[in-house]
């Protein structure tokens, strides 16, 4: 009885630790880089390219999302919120923000440990860079 009790001891945690591993399609988890633009000029250009490229479009990947644009920041860090569309005042799963001029932009929440995390990732790069161009839909 005492040899299963250890066993049982030993399997628990091994088992908690296998289900904290995440999949091989996870995306970065977060992202922080530098801009050569000022925070409010870059989340400018993010927010309209996000706008046009993941809602106007219908994206499907972010038909369960809305945009939630917060560019007028007294603190100095303009942001934009990705929040469900069904529940807009729930908790934010994707913030993209900036602060500083050169800005440097962070952007963080579930949606960026999900599969669409590396896609967003990009977008955001290439956008906060000066182009507005679509990623290939998935």
């Known amino acids: 009885m005492k040899k299963q009790t250890i066993g049982l001891a030993i399997m ?3 088992m908690a630790l296998a289900g904290c ?3 091989s399609k996870s995306g970065p988890g977060s992202l922080a880089f530098g801009s050569d633009k000022a925070a409010l000029a870059t ?7 996000a706008n046009n490229c ?4 219908k994206d499907p990947s972010f038909k369960p999302y809305r ?14 919120l990705v929040v469900p569309a069904n529940n807009p005042g729930d908790r934010p799963l994707l913030v993209v923000h900036a602060e500083g001029n050169p800005a440097k932009v962070e952007a963080f929440g579930p949606l ?13 790069r290439r956008w906060a860079a000066g182009q507005s161009s679509c990623s290939a839909q998935s």
């Open 43 to 49: 989340m400018e250009r993010v927010a309209i390219a």
């Open 112 to 124: 960026m440990s999900h599969s669409s995390g590396n896609r967003i990732a990009a977008d955001v």
């Open 67 to 80: 945009l939630a644009p917060e560019l007028n920041s007294y603190s100095g860090r303009p942001r934009i």
């Open 21 to 23: 591993q995440s999949p």
């Open 54 to 57: 993941w809602f106007k479009s």
């Open 12 to 14: 628990i945690p091994l």
